[in-house]
């Protein structure tokens, strides 16, 4: 990767451009009902499953935050939610279609999961393997704060048999933690990964970010060593998305605070470069895995995916959405939960999955998701196969090629007949290749910069 972003892609770096977790992206879902989608949730016998959970709840409010949560200062907003939940997962009990499949993936999402008391979060999972069928082998992962990780609840994790954590770090420059309200010394991060590990907990991941009010190349540097020396599986780099429009909280973080394209782009460089001479091998557009990680294996065997948690080798085309805002996908569509604790709640009272947005799929949707996708993991996407593969002639998709001929001679892509690769030094910017394929077109600005 180049170390400062050349003149000729200052443009394209600029672009603000969905990550594309899928495709159409989540901005593309309408309004509708529960009874537009019924005959969509169903799985074949045996079809492999995803489960996502969201917990809406933090209970510290850090300004870069583009998710969707809320804060609370007592227990009894957590508790009631984790009793509604449990009545949300009975309610798949009453749809057998879905519980032929097998669940493979379990991913604990939010907001901050480890809010919930152990003994919650536990029967939350018993619920779920209660109402699912489990894979023996089946991965249940968990999104955690590490500075409100406690003893007890890595005791809930190992006792619910959670197999991997990730653990929001973003930085270890003290100065750019206190700039966005998120403090956590490395000696507590250093303790929890130990405890993790001794608890049995063997999958560890990372989330990093650029892009923060404060950071510059050196200090990104530094944290990535210090991350890589706690030998974590998988890390993820994040370029910081500055939304405050949508997200008011982020007004917190002055604008003029931020480094520009080029800044950012060397930010990012910086934490590659160190991972990569720790012995990471890098994944897709931020992803970053050891060679021995399934992530990795996936990627060396043509089986990595992209999905709304990220780079996976999840190969499951059902994802079930549980909590609020969540959004779950199958075959023939996309499906979100109402945002709106209030109208998730009203909802599974009246004894109804409480689905607030929908979207339906249609065969050019699924043609040009499938070039995303490839481009998106492993950087290349044969548009002529893709393309027969999906009942398309070859030259279905010649305009979004002939899009990319400016890109191309930049040096972002490479054009072969129908055939696209991405150089490695181009990585960073493989959204703004992959965007040549998306049929909105120029997305408003509502997303993160393309570095």
Request: with cysteine; hydrophobic share 45%.
């Amino acid at each position: 990767m180049p170390t400062s972003l050349p003149q000729a892609w200052m443009t394209h770096a600029r672009r603000t451009l969905p990550r594309y977790t899928s495709y159409p992206t989540a901005v593309a879902l309408r309004p509708g009902t529960l009874e537009e989608v019924e005959t969509w949730l169903i799985a074949d016998e045996g079809e492999s499953l995803s489960v996502y959970v969201h917990i809406p709840f933090c209970d510290r409010l850090c300004w870069y935050c583009g998710c969707h949560t809320s804060i609370v200062s007592d227990y009894e907003r957590v508790a009631a939610f984790q009793a509604q939940l449990l009545r949300e997962i009975a309610l798949w009990a009453e749809r057998p279609g879905v519980r032929r499949g097998v669940v493979r993936h379990l991913h604990f999402g939010g907001g901050s999961p480890n809010i919930l008391r152990p003994a919650d979060f536990v029967a939350v999972v018993d619920r779920l393997r209660s109402i699912f069928r489990f894979a023996p082998d089946a991965e249940v992962a968990v999104e955690l704060d590490p500075a409100r990780l406690e003893i007890g609840f890595i005791a809930g994790l190992a006792q619910a048999g959670v197999t991997r954590v990730s653990l929001g770090v973003q930085t270890f420059d003290p100065a750019v933690q206190a700039r966005v309200n998120r403090p956590q010394p490395y000696a507590q991060v250093a303790e929890a990964v130990e405890e993790l590990r001794r608890a049995g907990i063997a999958g560890v991941n990372f989330d990093l970010m650029y892009g923060l009010p404060g950071q510059t190349p050196d200090n990104v540097a530094e944290t990535a060593d210090l991350a890589a020396g706690l030998a974590p599986d998988r890390l993820a780099v994040f370029g910081y998305a500055h939304v405050p429009w949508l997200k008011k909280h982020q007004s917190m973080i002055a604008e003029t605070e931020l480094a520009d394209a080029a800044g950012r782009w060397a930010q990012a460089g910086a934490a590659h470069d160190r991972l990569v001479s720790a012995g990471y091998e890098a994944i897709g557009l931020d992803h970053y895995a050891r060679p021995d990680d399934r992530l990795s294996r996936a990627l060396a065997q043509g089986g990595l995916r992209r999905n709304f948690q990220g780079y996976t080798d999840d190969p499951a085309r059902v994802l079930v959405p549980l909590g609020p805002s969540a959004i779950g996908q199958w075959p023939t569509g996309l499906v979100q939960n109402a945002a709106d604790a209030r109208v998730w709640r009203q909802a599974i009272s009246d004894g109804r999955l409480p689905v607030a947005r929908i979207l339906p799929l249609t065969s050019e949707d699924r043609l040009r998701g499938a070039v995303i996708e490839a481009l998106m993991t492993g950087l290349s996407a044969d548009v002529d196969q893709i393309s027969q593969n999906h009942g398309q002639s070859s030259d279905h998709l010649d305009a979004c090629l002939d899009r990319l001929r400016e890109a191309a001679d930049a040096g972002l892509c490479r054009i072969d007949g129908r055939r696209v690769w991405i150089p490695d030094a181009a990585r960073r910017l493989v959204r703004t290749v992959a965007a040549a394929f998306d049929a909105a077109g120029e997305p408003p600005q509502r997303h993160a910069p393309a570095v």
